[in-house]
């Protein structure tokens, strides 16, 4: 149970996983709307465009800014010369580190809770420029025409210095992160021994996000100098407090809301420029502003880091492993030290005698890299699946035997059980539906015509963490109640299923519930991301109820003649708007009844999520994965035409949100294998394809058929509900069961992605 590099909240680390008592959370209850595929309660909003996001508020009087972005990679800013934007009808300002409006000096009060180590990039700070594409000013004017015509007119010198951008050729400077994980044995010997020995290295490419929503921020400025920020995040508090430390405010002064955001996927944990920015402005003129960020210049925010890994497997005949060792190095600024570990996957997920792991960084003259969609486990684990592909050739035994031969009944990292693993019904379920009986071992055997076929598998893993979060439900006597938690909804469902787990727990339809999200004034919750979101906020609603039966029990007990009298609160549910007795239902109190005797128009309660950290566990989740391939034998063109996905996450709140993020992670893995690479020149340390015409990603025409589905996993351990989270898991091992089909198809092993038809003529 290690804790990882940065940030209060990491990834890629059991220290955040906990377990909750099960005992007096009132779930006695038989569930009949957690499990139900209830469809979006925000999907009307979303789809008629009623959600608005975060450049889509509107203020009276609000100016727009246009980001100067630098054309250097490392250097100075010698001069900035903005006489001429200033000369344009309509623009009010040029905000440079010259003249922007007073910011934090420390280093500290740019910390956010998914900061890694080291000194943040401090927006319009001072004359330093870090990485190319970095804001070096913004211009101010009454239109966005007017900004963006403007922004193109402020000359700019620097003085240059050489950058430096090339993981490979920067590789032997990588230094060794310390790491919290820890091997076993002597990796070395056992590999130099072993029968079968297999020693492969990867490559995973820079990625960046390219969610949909762009980021954007609008800055209001109310009319008592207090700002209200609009701002696309996956955590409003997060950036409400990061905002405060930055321009020394309170957090009066400073209110964050995000009701929507449209994807994220790790590219808002950490607040990004667009806000600072809008907020520079903001003060600067005080009056409203908004900053939208173009396409390209999304390509300055963070982004998933290239990583080299290198993996040897020593086996004996049987499959039986005796040595991993599995090392990484990957690419971070120069400035802040950001890694997941991707390397102690390899010791987890299969059984063996020994495991070494060795993580190094290399320090660019980037943004630094950031979590993006199951880091760590994304470009580990394909590594891993890819590397355990080829031992199983060496070995003349099929992948899926190897995987079982290997199977890991416990966390061998910690020595500690699951609280729940049902990778092998995974494995079982999954090569049943996409009938791998039939498949023939030989690269090249199986073919269409011109076409080759390949059938590859992979198996994925990915943690079950819990943070701490509160919520607070409001019941009305008119029957409905109102649910509210700082959290996000980042496209992944948060709405539906805090519907969903609200109206099982006060006894009510869906249709009755309101939820309230993302906005710093609600109660308190930390960033979204890792797959946390759904248990932590989910325990959170279930205490708050709780709390709320025991009042409503109270208000009962206090009038005479009670018929629920004598009863505790444990012995009491909520059910069709009212209070009952468990044991004997004609026992019963009406809440709006009690609310009117009260004199109260509504009832109100919070409560936090309780996870005690528990070491004795490990907490994760897993998938098997099966992918076929077609390889036109001439042209080289590969197409997935098939996955099969089988994931275990406990129990699924929403089997059809859950369902839409495991496809997406599968779209994601067929990106990943075949299409994703941020290309950068390196003479100038600048990204070349930072538009989604050259950023490829997987169009509709790339996607066939898709087949997800989740297996029961029964988890009394982890939490009350057994909710472990879904979103990341989907992603991780599809690269790999795809790039081990291309073998099979071609039996031409292409270990760097993406596998473009260049790499497999
Ligand atoms: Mo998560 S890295 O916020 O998809």
Redesign the pocket.
């Known amino acids: 149970a290690a804790s990882l590099i940065g940030g209060t909240v990491g990834?890629g680390t059991s220290a955040h996983a906990a377990t909750t008592s099960p005992a007096a959370d009132g779930l006695a209850r038989k569930l009949s709307v957690i499990g139900t595929p209830v469809s979006r309660i925000d999907g009307r909003a979303k789809v008629t465009g009623e959600a608005k996001y975060a450049a889509e508020f509107q203020a009276p009087d609000l100016a727009y800014g246009s980001m100067v972005t630098s054309t250097i990679a490392r250097g100075r800013i010698a001069a900035i010369d903005a006489a001429e934007a200033l000369r344009v009808p309509g623009v009010l300002d040029v905000l440079t580190h010259a003249n922007r409006p007073a910011m934090a000096d420390r280093d500290e009060a740019y910390h956010d809770d998914a900061a890694p180590d080291g000194s943040p990039f401090r927006p319009l700070f001072d004359d330093r420029v870090l990485f190319n594409g970095q804001p070096v000013a913004v211009v101010l004017a009454e239109d966005i025409e007017t900004a963006r015509f403007a922004a193109s007119l402020v000359k700019i010198e620097y003085a240059a210095e050489t950058p430096a951008t090339d993981l490979e050729a920067e590789r032997s400077h990588a230094v060794v992160v310390e790491k919290p994980w820890k091997g076993r044995g002597d990796a070395a010997s056992a590999f130099a021994s072993a029968p079968v020995k297999l020693e492969a290295e990867y490559f995973i490419p820079m990625e960046h996000h390219n969610p949909m929503e762009l980021y954007a921020a609008t800055a209001v400025w109310e009319s008592d100098g207090n700002l209200t920020v609009y701002d696309k995040t996956?955590g409003v508090q997060n950036v409400q407090r990061y905002l405060c430390g930055v321009f020394a405010l309170e957090p009066e002064q400073v209110r964050v809301v995000a009701p929507y955001v449209g994807g994220?996927?790790?590219?808002?944990?950490r607040p990004q420029f667009e806000v600072v920015l809008a907020a520079q402005g903001a003060l600067k003129l005080k009056r409203s502003v908004r900053v939208v960020l173009t396409r390209a210049q999304m390509y300055g925010l963070g982004y998933r880091p290239a990583t080299i890994e290198r993996l040897s497997l020593g086996a004996k005949h049987d499959g039986t492993l005796d040595a991993v060792t599995h090392e990484a190095i990957a690419m971070t600024s120069r400035f802040e030290q950001f890694s997941r570990h991707d390397t102690s996957w390899s010791g987890l997920l299969y059984k063996s005698a020994t495991a070494r792991y060795v993580h190094r960084l290399a320090a660019l003259d980037l943004p630094t890299s950031?979590?993006?969609?199951?880091?760590g486990a994304a470009t580990g684990v394909y590594a891993l699946e890819c590397a355990m592909d080829e031992l199983a050739v060496a070995l003349k035994m099929d992948p899926l035997e190897l995987r079982l031969r290997c199977y890991s009944e416990r966390d061998q990292n910690d020595d500690i059980p699951y609280t729940s693993k049902r990778l092998r019904e995974c494995y079982h379920q999954a090569a049943q539906r996409f009938g791998w009986e039939r498949r023939s071992a030989a690269p090249r055997s199986m073919r269409d015509g011109h076409e080759l076929i390949g059938w590859g598998m992979a198996s994925g893993i990915w943690e079950a963490l819990q943070i701490k979060h509160t919520a607070r439900i409001t019941l009305a006597a008119d029957g409905g109640a109102e649910v509210a938690c700082a959290t996000m909804d980042?496209g992944t469902g948060t709405y539906t299923v805090m519907a969903q787990v609200a109206a099982e727990m006060l006894g009510l339809p869906v249709e009755r519930i309101t939820v309230k999200l993302g906005d710093s004034s609600l109660p308190q919750a930390q960033?979204?991301?890792?797959?946390w979101g759904a248990a932590s906020v989910s325990h959170a609603i279930l205490r708050a109820a709780t709390e709320l039966r025991g009042a409503l029990l109270t208000l009962a007990q206090a009038t005479p003649n009670s018929p629920l009298a004598g009863l505790r609160a444990e012995e009491t549910i909520l059910a069709d708007g009212r209070l009952v007795a468990l044991q004997d239902p004609a026992r019963a109190v009406a809440t709006a009844d009690l609310l009117h005797q009260a004199g109260l128009p509504t009832i109100s309660k919070e409560a936090e999520s309780g996870f005690e950290p528990d070491d004795r566990h490990a907490h994760n989740t897993h998938a098997a994965i099966f992918a076929e391939v077609r390889v036109d034998e001439e042209l080289a063109i590969v197409r997935v035409t098939r996955v099969v996905s089988a994931v275990a996450a406990g129990r699924i709140i929403n089997p059809k949100t859950a369902h839409s993020q495991i496809m997406g992670g599968i779209v994601w893995g067929i990106g990943m294998a075949l299409h994703e690479e941020t290309l950068i020149d390196h003479r100038f340390g600048r990204v070349m394809n930072a538009n989604i015409a050259e950023y490829h990603i997987p169009a509709h025409a790339d996607v066939r058929n898709i087949d997800a589905f989740f297996v029961d996993e029964l988890d009394t351990v982890i939490n009350p509900l057994g909710v472990k989270g879904v979103?990341?898991i989907g992603l991780v091992g599809v690269a790999a069961a795809i790039a081990n089909a291309v073998y099979h198809a071609t039996g031409k092993r292409i270990r760097d992605l993406p596998i473009t038809l260049d790499k497999v003529l």
């Open positions: 990834f996956q994220a996927f790790g590219s808002g944990l950031c979590d993006m969609r199951a880091p980042i960033i979204e991301g890792g797959s979103g990341e």
